[in-house]
């Protein structure tokens, strides 16, 4: 069986802050696929990074880093210098590699940005 | 140009009504999904379709009936529905089934008075 925990429930930052959201993963496949969605207050899930289990390479997108490590089964997301336009919910989530995939989602973190 | 659209957006409706929800998507994907998201915005899936055909079905009450009747479109139908339904419903498509990476709709909030 997979599971996602995102052990934070609700994080809070000033903006300019810097801010990492933690994601652990369980499962006993070998190739496996993780996921980062934001949710902002509107509602809609946003894709924000698809990984893949043999690719251990961080990966850097503008303000946006996530690092993975295996061997700690995380994919950590940390936001540099975060903003207001940051504040929403932020999904971690993964999926098998087989044909009946579909993802599982962890709980979310709440991340509020204030001015 | 939207690329997952779902209509309504909201829904409220009385105990023991039959709704639909409606989600098409125009990008060619050939699986689409169903999820439910609670009031503590835990996000399960319900359905998968491939190419119109079920693929997986989550244990969900037979109350729920998905249709897709093209490969571009994913309906939901709730007969009888419950205070419990009350959710946020989320279609979403992905270009393959497998662990390709799943597009959501904007969400239909449904509110079961």
């Known amino acids: 069986a997979q599971k996602v925990t995102q052990a934070q429930t609700e994080i809070s930052v000033v903006e300019k802050e810097d801010v990492t959201l933690d994601c652990v993963y369980e499962?006993?496949?070998?190739?496996?696929?993780l996921f980062w969605y934001k949710q902002p207050p509107s509602g809609e899930l946003v894709f924000l990074i698809r990984r893949n289990s043999f690719d251990e390479q961080n990966e850097i997108s503008g303000r946006y880093s996530w690092n993975f490590q295996k061997s700690t089964s995380s994919f950590n997301f940390t936001i540099t210098a975060s903003q207001v336009v940051d504040s929403a919910v932020y999904f971690c989530a993964l999926s098998q590699n087989s044909g009946y995939s579909t993802l599982t989602f962890g709980k979310g973190t709440m991340l509020l940005v204030s001015p | 140009d939207t690329a997952v659209s779902q209509t309504p957006k909201y829904l409220v409706t009385q105990m023991g009504n039959d709704k639909s929800i409606k989600c098409e998507q125009n990008l060619g994907h050939d699986t689409m999904y169903w999820y439910k998201q609670d009031s503590k915005k835990f996000l399960k899936i319900m359905f998968s379709y491939n190419n119109k055909e079920l693929i997986i079905n989550e244990t969900v009450p037979n109350r729920f009936s998905p249709k897709s009747p093209d490969k571009a479109h994913l309906n939901l139908h709730i007969n009888s529905l419950e205070l419990g339904d009350s959710a946020v419903y989320f279609c979403a498509s992905s270009y393959k089934q497998g662990p390709d990476t799943q597009y959501f709709g904007p969400g239909t909030r449904l509110t079961v008075l």
């Open positions: 499962t006993r496949d070998t190739t496996y696929y």
